[in-house]
């Protein structure tokens, strides 16, 4: 785990010619964090290691856009379980809602708010949703993630103009946007009220998670959990499995279940790399 990450708070000592030094780190309320990304042409046994995201938040802002790149409910539900994990409070922003009929995107509205999630619907070109956006952020400690591409950084500049955030484009090859944030970066944007921007992912897979613990990061779950014939069923084909049930009898998303499977597909008992 990281030493110090944005978002701690630290006590530090400076000298005279402005270099200094920090002599303490206190203890986190929370972090959010993920896997490490792996390296390509290199491989090594054993567990990867912790990248810590931000510490000491207390909402997560997860930016999706709607096309340009397209929705990603994959990536979306992995990030949700780093939150639930991690007792920070997701909240699901759907940008470039400008670039689509609205109707499109009632499906993807409909599973999130009957999951209880809090769903707003925005474009930094049009301004849309940003001051109902903005009434969301105050007086909190959050962190905006998301994908490369889908408009994070312009959102931020349209809530704020005064952070004036590198802005990326789109690649007209891939259709996925290029990094324009490198680093995560904390500012205070009015009394109170503290974000941190963090670089776009192309992936992510949370950290210290276990196959049997992961239908406790889906809340809508939570209700059928403890009416399995097993308490360590992974809700995968495990009989007496009443999460399933509640799949097919409608009473779970079949697209949520199909991202936990998958989730739950990438995480290993015994991890080698």
């Keep these: 785990m990281d030493i110090v990450a ?6 530090f000592q400076m000298n005279d010619d402005g270099t200094g030094w920090i002599d303490k780190v206190f203890e986190r309320n929370n972090y959010l964090s993920r896997k490490a ?3 390509k042409g290199t491989s090594f046994r054993g567990e990867r290691l912790e990248q810590i995201i931000a510490t000491n938040v ?6 999706n856009s709607t096309i340009q790149p397209q929705f990603n409910n994959r990536l979306l539900d992995r990030i949700i379980v780093g939150a639930e994990s991690a007792k920070i409070e997701p909240v699901i922003i ?6 689509i ?3 499109e995107a009632e499906y993807w509205i409909d599973i999130y708010q009957k999951c209880g999630y809090k769903v707003y619907l925005t474009s930094a070109k049009k301004k849309i949703g940003i001051e109902n956006l903005r009434l969301e952020i105050k007086n909190s400690d959050s962190v ?9 950084s312009s959102l931020l500049n349209t809530l704020y103009p005064e952070l004036n955030f590198k802005v990326g484009e789109i690649s007209t090859q891939t259709n996925k946007g290029t990094h324009t944030t490198v680093t995560s970066v904390l500012k ?12 776009g992912i192309r992936e992510i897979e949370p950290y210290g998670i276990k196959k049997q613990d992961l239908g406790h990061y889906y809340i809508e779950f939570s209700d059928y959990l403890n009416d399995c014939k097993f308490n360590t069923c992974t809700h995968f084909h495990e009989p007496g499995c009443i999460v399933r049930e509640a799949v097919e009898n409608g009473d779970i998303s079949e697209e949520r279940y199909e991202s936990y499977l998958n989730l739950l597909d990438t995480i290993e008992d015994d991890m080698i790399y």
């Design 101 to 103: 009929d609205i109707k």
């Design 188 to 199: 205070e944007v009015e009394p109170g009220t503290i974000i941190v921007d963090t670089p």
């Design 94 to 99: 759907i940008n470039k809602i400008d670039l």
């Design 37 to 39: 990304p792996k390296i």
């Design 58 to 63: 207390n909402k997560l802002f997860i930016v």
């Design 6 to 11: 944005v978002g701690d708070y630290v006590n």
């Design 144 to 152: 905006f993630w998301g994908a490369s591409g889908v408009g994070k």
